[in-house]
């Protein structure tokens, strides 16, 4: 089993930057597709960045954010510039052995989430 620790969230103004991190401990793996989900308040949990072996973004964030891996750190990244006030959600990492399964927000391990709050 995976245990997935997210780090990075804050509070930032429209239009600033910030990086998430997620580091993967225990039965880690570089065979793990990773991911990153978000929540708003009152709302469902939506897909925002998956990476395998090339990454896939969600349409609402295409062009301002970047996953990024780091096999040798066991860490997942998200690099989000240009933020907007939608963007304001709880941010949870996730991994799974299955592409598919985790796009659809099946997956096999969740980190705890961390808070992004973008202020207009």
């Known amino acids: 089993q995976v245990q997935l620790v997210e780090s990075g969230g804050g509070l930032v103004q429209a239009g600033g930057s910030l990086r998430l991190s997620c580091a993967a401990s225990g039965r880690t793996s570089s065979r793990y597709v990773m991911a990153w989900f978000r929540q708003a308040p009152g709302k469902e949990r939506e897909f925002v960045a998956i990476?395998?072996?090339?990454?896939i973004y969600a349409n609402s964030v295409k062009g301002r954010f970047t996953i990024s891996r780091d096999n040798t750190k066991n860490t997942v990244y998200l690099q989000m510039t240009n933020l907007k006030p939608e963007d304001t959600a709880v941010y949870y990492c996730?991994?799974?052995?299955?592409?598919?399964?985790?796009?659809?927000?099946?997956?096999?391990?969740w980190g705890q989430g961390t808070q992004v709050t973008v202020s207009s």
């Open positions: 996730a991994a799974d052995n299955s592409f598919t399964t985790l796009i659809r927000g099946r997956a096999g391990a």
């Open positions: 990476i395998n072996l090339s990454a």
